[in-house]
């Protein structure tokens, strides 16, 4: 059982860390490793379908593929919250009056999570889907969590919900939801970092108070690092030269620049295997102008077979 | 964008901008400029993860002031410091509750606990509500706000208009009346349509989280005046020319995208706009020889370089580097190119992407002639 292998991967961590793109690469990887898949990301841009240069779904809220064995899923949570209510009181008409009231909108408001409890109630439902001949519909669903204050609001969301929902048909959703969230037979956690220092204290933190909800990541993707280019003695070669060319000049400042970048990089990265013991996956920087499908492509090839080695 | 002239002038400077752009490095910075040009400055944010104090290579940073020392000679002071929401809350309940049981109730109810630490909209509206409260007692010249990052511009804009219609009684009158009624205290007729609709949220979401929401709501009647005129009065002051905003941003397109959109927003609330700052641009070392072909690049770098004896193998790598760092510099080119077109006449500041990130003093003093122009 490999970690490609849970029912569910939550892909979190801070805005501007590429979050987005680990999870099209994850999804992508899954997909060509004939796992049928489908990547979820919570809002109404459309931003994976953007990066597969797929269609935006005609209507809002529908699966839409993006590569062979692969879907996509946009999940607004005001709606997903509006369909929960419509499931949960039967009555369609009551529902949509109750949707449409002011009220409505302040409740919601005031009963913090309750969005985030539908958008994680929904995965959890479309992981539980079957086809006819009683498969499931989906081996994999990968999630591009939402940037929030820490990175993993989404994640600590059910636990913390339990404490102002104690009863009623909420409660008992956050619950099971809760329970899915915390097992790690079903249900993965990548953190994704980039090797720079607050990026690297966030990731820690970050650690720590999933420990605090009773979760754990199981591995720390960490994004864009250099490759090693230049040997130590080439460095030093490098920084002594003065070429006579303005060409030769400009590329050897790149080159030196290049030569910095990556010594922090990996004093960074270090300094994250000390300071934890998760897992580590690290993606290459990419020289491409935009992410784009071959970029995705290209960090599948990485992130596919390390996930595959993890258990 | 002169940020001389706006840090001498203005008294509030607001830095907006996406996730991981560099928001808060820019807001250090600026304050740091602002107070070695002879300002009391101070830079606050309300980020609980330590960003500032990891931007001025501290350990720690509370929600009291912190000075943060600088080079002898400056003629100013620094200090930063970290907002704390909840606290922030808390003293407004304190201020504008009409009773000492009032405001127990509303402190110890669950929903407000929730409310003042974790909704969205409700850290931002208690940035402005504590930088209007800096801004009152006078203690700085300059204060700069680190936003939270936020990726809805209208959360941090609306935030106080937000809370405000959220508390407002009118709007309300369905939550406590319906739970006056469903609770047996039948005060006041309630329509058989909302008792309805009252019964089926409430069968939804449970009994005790509606009666802490009742409770919450009964326990804010007679502060709402108190709110309005408070928001109204920080609504006031960003809007005012003592204040401006600042957009930060990368050279890449979706953080582009949500800039040219904040700025949108900026300008149609009316608020004062000084620019933006494009951080992490990749400098173009090839100044009038840009236009040149890729493999014509490369034949050039490589020649030049083995005729200063470099090794042919290395100097075949050193050229592949430069070309791939020269597709970065065309492309942040052609996307500052595209933001500024969409921007028009609006000031525009680049910071070239630094060899070593900025996490101390001394490295954003590095960063300040980028953005000060001459340093101090």
């Given amino acids: ?311 | 964008m002169n940020l001389e002239a706006l840090t001498a002038e203005r008294e509030i400077v607001v830095v907006c901008g996406s996730g991981g752009v560099g928001k808060t490095t820019a807001s250090a910075a600026i304050a740091l400029g602002a107070a070695r040009r002879g300002r009391r400055a101070c830079v606050l944010t309300i980020d609980p993860a330590r960003r500032l104090a990891n931007a001025l290579g501290l350990e720690e940073l509370g929600d009291e002031a912190h000075e943060v020392s600088l080079r002898k000679g400056s003629r100013g002071r620094l200090f930063a410091m970290t907002l704390d929401a909840k606290r922030t809350f808390d003293h407004l309940i304190e201020e504008h509750a009409p009773s000492t049981a009032a405001r127990d109730r509303i402190l110890a109810n669950r929903i407000y606990g929730q409310l003042s630490s974790a909704v969205g909209g409700s850290q931002e509206y208690m940035a402005m509500e504590k930088l209007y409260e800096l801004h009152q007692a006078g203690e700085y010249d300059l204060l700069v706000l680190d936003t939270p990052p936020s990726r809805n511009a209208l959360d941090f804009i609306d935030a106080p208009n937000r809370m405000t219609r959220f508390i407002e009684g009118k709007a309300l009158r369905f939550l406590t009346e319906g739970g006056m009624r469903a609770g047996g205290l039948g005060l006041r007729a309630l329509g058989q349509a909302s008792l309805v609709a009252w019964r089926a949220v409430e069968k939804v979401v449970g009994v005790t989280l509606m009666s802490d929401l009742t409770e919450f709501l009964l326990a804010f009647e007679g502060m709402y005046d108190g709110f309005k005129e408070r928001a109204a009065a920080v609504r006031e002051l960003l809007a005012d020319r003592r204040t401006v905003f600042l957009l930060v941003t990368t050279p890449e397109r979706a953080p582009i995208e949500e800039a040219v959109f904040f700025w949108r927003r900026l300008v149609e609330a009316d608020l004062p706009f000084g620019g933006v700052i494009v951080n992490k641009v990749h400098p173009d070392e090839l100044g009038d020889e840009r236009h040149r072909a890729a493999a014509t690049l490369r034949r050039a770098a490589t020649a030049q370089l083995v005729e200063a004896r470099v090794d042919p193998e290395l100097a075949a790598r050193v050229a592949d580097t430069f070309l791939a760092y020269q597709a970065l510099a065309e492309r942040d080119r052609e996307n500052v190119r595209v933001l500024a077109r969409r921007l028009g006449p609006e000031p525009l500041l680049e910071v070239p992407y630094l060899d070593h990130d900025v996490h101390d003093v001394p490295g954003l003093v590095r960063l300040e002639p980028y953005l000060f122009g001459a340093t101090a």
Avoid at chain 1, 56 to 76: F, K, R, V
Avoid at chain 1, 157 to 164: A, D, G, K, V, W
Avoid at chain 1, 296 to 301: M, P
């Fill in chain 1, 1 to 311: 059982m490999s970690l490609l292998d849970r029912r569910v991967l939550i892909v979190s961590g801070k805005g501007g860390v590429g979050k987005t793109t680990v999870a099209a690469a994850v999804a992508l990887a899954a997909a060509r490793s004939g796992r049928r898949t489908l990547a979820v990301e919570v809002s109404t841009q459309h931003r994976l379908a953007r990066l597969f240069n797929a269609e935006a779904p005609e209507h809002a809220g529908e699966e839409t593929p993006l590569y062979p064995n692969l879907m996509g899923l946009s999940i607004d949570p005001q709606r997903a919250l509006e369909e929960y209510l419509v499931l949960a009181l039967k009555v369609r008409v009551l529902a949509e009056r109750l949707v449409e009231s002011r009220a409505f909108g302040y409740v919601t408001a005031a009963a913090p999570g309750l969005k985030e409890i539908v958008t994680l109630g929904k995965v959890w439902h479309l992981s539980e889907e079957r086809t006819r001949d009683g498969d499931p519909r989906y081996d994999l669903i990968v999630v591009d969590a939402p940037a929030t204050g820490h990175g993993i609001g989404l994640l600590r969301t059910p636990r913390s919900f339990l404490e102002i929902a104690r009863v009623g048909r909420v409660h008992a959703e956050a619950r099971a939801i809760a329970d899915f969230v915390a097992d790690r037979s079903r249900t993965g956690i990548l953190l994704v970092t980039l090797p720079e220092e607050m990026p690297v204290n966030e990731t820690v933190d970050a650690l720590g108070r999933l420990r605090e909800s009773g979760l754990d990541a199981d591995a720390v993707v960490v994004n864009a690092l250099y490759l090693k280019r230049f040997a130590e003695s080439e460095g030093d070669a490098l920084r002594s030269l003065q070429p006579g060319g303005e060409t030769a000049r400009a590329a050897v400042r790149a080159a030196l620049s290049q030569i910095a970048r990556r010594h922090d990089q990996a004093g960074e990265v270090r300094r994250l295997g000390r300071a934890t013991s998760v897992p580590r996956v690290e993606l290459p920087f990419l020289f491409a102008p935009e992410v784009d499908v071959e970029a995705v492509s290209e960090l599948a090839e990485v992130v596919g077979p390390a996930l595959e080695g993890l258990r």
